[in-house]
């Protein structure tokens, strides 16, 4: 159901994220000539033919480091590789084949994944050829030549790439069932609350943070209905640096949500919400999900008469660019309110799927600019002609105006008001597409 991940692994040094860039269409890694720059698997998603992928650009493998830096991206690499689909395993033409490369490739058959070979910085084909071919000894079939920096042999590469990816990357929805992921930060009670939901210790719950390894899928049925949890996994193993703690989460994060229809943000009530949160939050946000917010550890908290309002405008500001989510406050640990949690992903379910008639949508239109007039620039004034709903998941609705430039994003804001005060989607994001036509 979700995007195919392709994880771009190799040595430092070897031009991953020049690579990751030129694909991704923008400067999105830090490139610089540096061994173990790229610290952090960054994540963009991609397109060629008729294919959508997000790609995971990894930290370089050192095979054997004890540098802790290293010895971390290489953990980090690890779960990229056991999170993508495919891997293209990046090698550099200029430094030739190197024993790094070949304990790399080991650790690459292991995972059983698709391998893509890609021999980098082969700028000039005629005179760097016979240097390709020396990585046909890597026993991963053909070595397919490309240069990053000089944007040759991409396409061939990407050809050669969308093979590997399963005929349900173009054809989207074939399990209907609720996919609900539970995300957030390691330790703050995901895997509890999926066992509290099935009643079993299905999923090992410990105090270290990051023992759920992979993703997990787990069918609960209730009233019915058969809903899959996807539980997020945290990290390998506790980290010393604790900033390489909120990089792990990032891409597990990424490929359970590409995977569901709404996204269960799990915050530890004792902790508060934090920026690692926003930035999970966001994940979510940005490929229009439904969102649920469950304050977990609820239980353990002093409380008065304002400590919930409290937590509430808390939670608002920092994901003020999400305020439609729902908010739950809940304890795994108890049981309080989870019952209510089934009942808020029904709710969100049904407005993540709500179509609206285009005459309704016309009515709320023309009363929402008679109530406020559209904003004008040197004495010309945005036109609002017609608005349509065009798609759901999240519901999508395309407006015809007069002219784009004038169709602020506070006015649009405004109009995405007054859809909501009508017919709620509570939970979910809805998304505006203008389109401009011009005056007869």
Known sequence: MGKPIVAIVGRPNVGKSTLFNALAGERISIVQDTPGVTRDRIYADATWLNYNFTMVDTGGIEPESSDIILKSMREQAQIAIDTADVILFLTDVRQGLVDADSKVADMLRRSQKPILLVVNKVDNFEKLMPAVYEFYNLGLGDPHPISAASMLGLGDMLDQLVQYFDESATNEEEDTRPRVAIIGKPNVGKSSIINKLLGEERLIVSDIAGTTRDAVDTSVVRNGTEYIFIDTAG??????IKEEIERFSII???????RCNIAVLVIDAAEGITEQDAKIAGIAHERGK??????????????????????TQDIREKLSYMPYAELLFISAKTG????????????????????????V????MAEAVALNQPPSDKGKRLRLYYI?????????????????????????????NK?????????????FIIRERKEK
């Open 336 to 359: 309080q309110r989870l019952p209510k949690l089934f009942d808020l992903i029904d709710v969100v379910l049904e407005n993540h799927s709500l179509r609206i008639a285009t005459g």
């Open 388 to 416: 349509t709903q065009v798609s759901v998941k999240p519901p999508t609705f395309v407006i015809f105006v007069n002219d784009k430039e004038l169709a602020h994003f506070s006015y649009m804001r405004y109009i995405e």
């Open 235 to 240: 990290l390998r193993r506790k980290s010393k």
């Open 361 to 364: 949508l016309n009515e709320i």
């Open 419 to 431: 859809i909501r005060e009508a017919f709620g989607f509570k939970g979910t994001p809805i998304k």
């Open 252 to 258: 597990r994060t990424v490929s359970a949500v590409e």
């Open 290 to 311: 439904g969102m649920i917010i469950a304050v977990n550890k609820w239980d353990m908290i002093e409380k008065d008469d304002k400590t919930i309002y409290k937590f």
